[in-house]
């Protein structure tokens, strides 16, 4: 067989598609390596989402190029979001490129490659059909499944955040039918995951788009709840727009669905939201938490936020370092913001100054930390239930897992009894960061 290297940066979509084009280029006469030096094919799947991915990428392609160079069959393919987006900036910038392939055709990947060992010229594979219904065919897996699986069920987004690129690489909303998700979560299951986690750059606007027959999210939710086998249940990620009355109430009713959400709020202040075209008030966002908090008590919360969008005061700042306290979230995705190319948000000044951003960036890490180590205090000395993933050397632990409420548990425990896939009681001793460590409690 010949042999494939592949890297991935991004969000949890892109390593998600990295998984399925392994499993297409297996099926295609391609094994994974984790050596560059003996790949037939190097692949990386790129994110165009901040600019520094995009750096990281073109480095990464210059320390390829001797290898190119020791043998010119090396094929250099590049996936994912840059791919889609900046074709011929990439083709100039890197000259060895074989092949290009976007994020919506990858199912077309052994098609591309076909085609790049057929001509001389480089291959770009970007051209997607809108109307194309989104299918997953079933394919046979190459990989022992781990006790937590990630299921798409929705791809691409009609949003259109004025800093967001994804509706321009990989489209408008398209939802997957329903009996094909099903059937993948009872093979995934049959094949040992115990959580599924549902996958969509905006998962609660599933089945407004591309269903032969129209199902809101609640109801796939409630779906795969009822699937034998299914015992834990999450999905990411979430637009505060689509997040319905019934999503809280599917909260309360379903045992599964675990007790974290993550919903990107991006900015603290009105006036930001509204350039960020988030078509949501801060009193909204914090009306649906408000609610969902008492619906579900102690349900752990996360979110996004970009500081130093253009135009963004300091009084505006301080404003979502206030709304981050008052939600008290447990885990924050915060970046400074960078302009991309195509983006609504590129009409606006990018005024705040590099180092005022990263100010701004540390203050509001600093503050997630601290809101973080709080939110931790809860667990201490409490008896959580943890859904074993492996080893961990990390913290002098033996085992890593997840509690209902998405925090990291490192905890020891005897050998013999623990296993991937195992949940499993464990009394928190310490909280390190966005991290418990305890001790597995014997049964
Ligand atoms: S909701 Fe906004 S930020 Fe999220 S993928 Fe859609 S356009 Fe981008």
Redesign the pocket.
């Known amino acids: 067989m010949k042999q494939v290297y592949m890297e991935t940066f991004g969000c949890q979509m892109n390593v998600a598609d990295s998984d399925r084009m392994e499993l297409l280029l297996f099926h295609s006469g391609y094994a994974r390596t984790q050596v560059a030096e003996d790949a037939d094919l190097i692949l990386v799947n790129t994110c165009s989402i901040r600019e520094k991915a995009e750096h990281k990428v073109f480095s990464l392609f210059g320390s390829f190029r001797p290898l190119k160079e020791a043998n010119p069959d090396l094929i250099l393919g590049l996936a994912g979001c840059l791919a889609q987006q900046e074709q011929d900036r990439l083709l100039r910038r890197i000259p060895d490129l074989d092949m290009i392939i976007g994020p919506d055709v990858i199912e077309d990947i052994g098609l591309a490659l076909d085609q790049v060992l057929a001509q001389k010229t480089p291959v770009v594979w970007t051209k997607f059909d809108q109307h194309k219904q989104y299918s997953i065919p079933e394919l046979q897996s190459i990989k022992n499944q781990g006790p937590s699986a990630f299921v798409n069920i929705i791809k691409g987004?009609d949003?259109?955040?004025s800093?967001?690129v994804?509706?321009f690489t990989r489209g408008r909303e398209k939802s997957r039918e329903p009996e094909e998700i099903y059937q993948e979560v009872r093979q995934l299951v049959a094949a040992g995951a115990k959580e599924i986690i549902l996958l969509g750059?905006?998962v609660n606007a599933y089945g407004k788009h591309g269903l032969k027959n129209p199902l809101a999210f609640h109801d796939l939710l409630y779906g795969v709840a009822d699937l034998p086998g299914v015992e834990r249940l999450r999905f990411t990620?979430s637009?505060p727009m689509d997040f319905t009355r019934d999503l809280i109430r599917a909260f309360r009713d379903l045992g599964p669905l675990m007790n974290h959400l993550h919903l990107?709020v991006q900015s603290g202040n009105n006036r930001i939201l509204e350039m960020m075209r988030?078509h949501h008030t801060v009193e909204y966002y914090v009306d649906l938490i408000e609610e969902l908090k008492s619906t579900v008590p102690g349900v752990a919360l996360s979110t996004d936020i970009i500081v130093g969008f253009p135009g963004e005061t300091r009084s505006e700042f301080e404003d979502t370092l206030n709304l981050m306290e008052r939600i008290g979230y447990s885990n924050s995705y915060i970046f400074a913001y960078s302009p991309r190319p195509n983006t609504p948000a590129l009409e606006f000044e990018d005024n705040v100054p590099d180092a005022e951003k990263s100010d701004r960036l540390q203050a509001t890490i600093d503050l997630q930390h601290r809101l973080s180590r709080q939110n931790g205090q809860r667990f201490m000395g409490k008896t959580v239930e943890v859904l074993v993933e492996g080893r961990s050397a990390r913290q002098g632990a033996r085992f890593k897992g997840r509690n209902p409420e998405y925090w990291m548990v490192l905890f020891s425990g005897e050998e013999e009894s623990l296993k991937p896939g195992q949940i499993v009681p464990v009394q928190v001793d310490e909280v390190l960061g966005h991290a418990l460590k305890g001790h597995a409690i014997a049964q």
């Open positions: 987004c949003k259109l955040c800093f967001c994804v509706p750059q905006n990620t637009h990107p988030r």
